[in-house]
């Protein structure tokens, strides 16, 4: 009995002094500020450059005035167990060392015209990461307004400190929302499925599909291999009988007179 006491003993000392040499490897867990960080790639780079548009020309509605945005945010270096007020710091991307990724037709976007100011009483209520989340949204209030049915602008903004939360990263975490209200370059249009962009092709394809075919209705195509080889030959076969209807007129063409058309492989 006392040799199984003896081994018992030394067993459990020597667990002990197993976990206090774990502990002692273990790194601190950290206890200060919250990061706040827009997500990224695997490779490091900004999902968000070049990736938020807010187009109000699909809207049949004239009437609505705004809408919203929702950019998403990740708390880095730890969980948040309070609310975090979130900062954001807009400026003009033609300034900065980036600006070659930002779309030069594009104009910078007006506090107060194109959006709701982020210091506004509205806008500092919906600023807040909430406590207990790894990620979580905030809103941009886009504003509707007549010069954006000529001109689409940008909106770009990064995180900054806040009373309770600290920015990753600075100027190089940051995100561009384009805003617009007139047909406009779908963000992921690749030529090699629908030939070249053309607003009077986005056009004709809007008025013969059920389809707005702004950014999320152009991937769910992409990403359908029969519906995209179904879209190419219809929409081939449609311009066919609308240019027979137009007669002297057509063919259909862009504004700067090249001739809209549609390949299928």
Same mark, same amino acid.
């Given at each position: ?22 502990? *002692? #490897? ?25 990736? $938020? ?6 809207? #049949? #509605? *004239? ?18 167990? *309070? ?43 919906? $600023? ?52 617009? #209200? ?84």
């Amino acid at each position: 009995m006392k040799k199984f006491s003896l081994i018992l003993i030394n067993a459990v000392i020597a667990l002990a002094g197993l976990f206090t040499a774990c502990s *002692e #490897d273990y790194p601190a867990v950290y206890e200060g500020k919250p990061y706040l960080s827009f997500p990224l790639a695997e490779d490091g780079g900004n999902f968000y450059v070049q990736g $938020l548009y807010q187009n109000f020309y699909y809207y #049949d #509605d *004239e009437s609505r005035t705004r809408d919203t945005v929702y950019v998403p945010l990740v708390s880095v270096a730890a969980i948040p167990t *309070e609310n975090l007020v979130v900062e954001l710091n807009v400026f003009d991307s033609d300034t900065v060392s980036w600006s070659s990724q930002v779309d030069e037709n594009t104009v910078n976007a007006v506090s107060g015209e194109d959006y709701l100011p982020f210091d506004s009483d509205e806008m500092k209520k919906n $600023l807040v990461f909430h406590a207990g989340l790894m990620q979580d949204t905030i809103p941009v209030i886009i504003l509707r307004n007549e010069a954006m049915k000529t001109k689409t602008f940008r909106l770009t903004f990064c995180l900054a400190n806040s009373e309770n939360a600290l920015a990753a990263d600075g100027e190089d975490n940051r995100v561009v929302i384009y805003i617009t #209200d007139r047909l406009s370059k779908p963000s992921n249009w690749d030529d090699y499925y629908f030939g070249a962009y053309g607003d009077v092709k986005l056009d004709f394809m809007i008025r013969h599909s059920d389809l707005k075919w702004n950014s999320e209705d152009l991937q769910s195509v992409l990403d359908d291999s029969f519906l995209t080889s179904y879209y190419k030959y219809k929409f081939k076969q449609d311009l066919i009988k609308e240019n027979e209807a137009l007669g002297a007129d057509g063919p259909l063409r862009e504004a700067d007179g090249t001739v809209v058309s549609f390949e299928y492989y």
